[in-house]
């Protein structure tokens, strides 16, 4: 039995003269002291004891007019309780891109008060479904094993030094789409006169490695300039002296 368990105690009754039970005592023992709130009780709840204690039982029968031998039952030693692991889920929970780490977050529970060896976790990796077994016991997954569009979970166990825990299944996630970054933006020339024509100079990035498109808006003192719309450059006809441009 472990820690988890009721204890429950049985025995067969004779007698010689065919009188009925009636006053039989029954005795509890931890650790071989006696557990006087439990005498003639034939369950000992699970909260009395604790991992490695000694329980025994002993029992004398009544008939209503004497009392039988005492009898000692066989010695049982309480047993190391399984951890427990629970609320596993993947951090961040929401708005996961192919930027994020995705580590693995759970509950440890233990009934006899075992600390968890964190080193012996043991961890399963999926992607959409499919084990990844050069992720296993990693907490942690780096983003650049993830792609988007991908769902991604995982399966733990975990130890207290003695036993592991069921396995369990933590929630899943979906890597969305991750927006592109303009690095930079400036004009060639960056100090422009009246006969140069405007280029736009634009850096950008995607960590999705998706095609981007652009949407430039070109203004000039301060003004929109719809004709203009996603051109990438200007002609110096355009502009003159004095005047103020960005995009």
């Known amino acids: 039995p ?9 025995y067969t009754y004779y007698d010689f003269d065919g009188q009925p039970e009636s006053g039989t005592q029954i005795r509890w023992y931890k ?28 029992i004398r ?9 005492i009898y000692n039952s066989t010695r ?48 399963f990796w999926y992607m959409n479904g499919t084990l990844v077994p050069s992720l296993t016991n990693l907490t942690s997954v780096d983003s650049s094993f993830t792609h988007k ?12 030094g003695m036993l592991w825990s069921n396995l ?33 100079n634009i850096s950008y990035t995607d960590d999705d490695g998706d095609p981007v498109t652009q949407i430039i808006r070109w203004y000039k003192n301060g003004i929109l300039q719809p004709l203009l719309n996603d051109s990438t450059s200007i002609g110096s006809s355009l502009t003159l002296k004095h005047q103020v441009w960005y995009y």
Do not use: C, M
């Open 2 to 10: 472990n820690t988890t368990q009721d204890l429950s105690f049985s």
């Open 31 to 58: 650790n071989w002291i006696l557990q006087p709130q439990y005498n003639d009780s034939l369950t000992l709840p699970n909260g009395v004891f604790n991992k490695n204690d000694n329980i025994t039982v002993t």
């Open 61 to 69: 029968p009544h008939d209503s007019y004497d009392f039988g031998n």
């Open 76 to 123: 049982i030693t309480i047993i190391d309780s399984e951890p427990v692991a629970s609320a596993a889920a993947i951090s961040p929970a929401t708005n996961v891109k192919t930027t994020s780490t995705l580590t693995a977050v759970y509950s440890y529970y233990d009934i006899d008060g075992d600390p968890e060896v964190i080193s012996k976790v043991i961890v």
């Open 149 to 160: 569009g991908e769902t991604w979970n995982f399966q733990l166990r975990v130890y207290d």
């Open 168 to 200: 369990i299944n933590s929630s899943s996630i979906t890597i969305v789409n991750s927006a592109p970054v303009i690095n930079y933006a400036y004009f060639n020339p960056t100090i422009a006169y009246t006969n140069n024509n405007l280029q736009t």
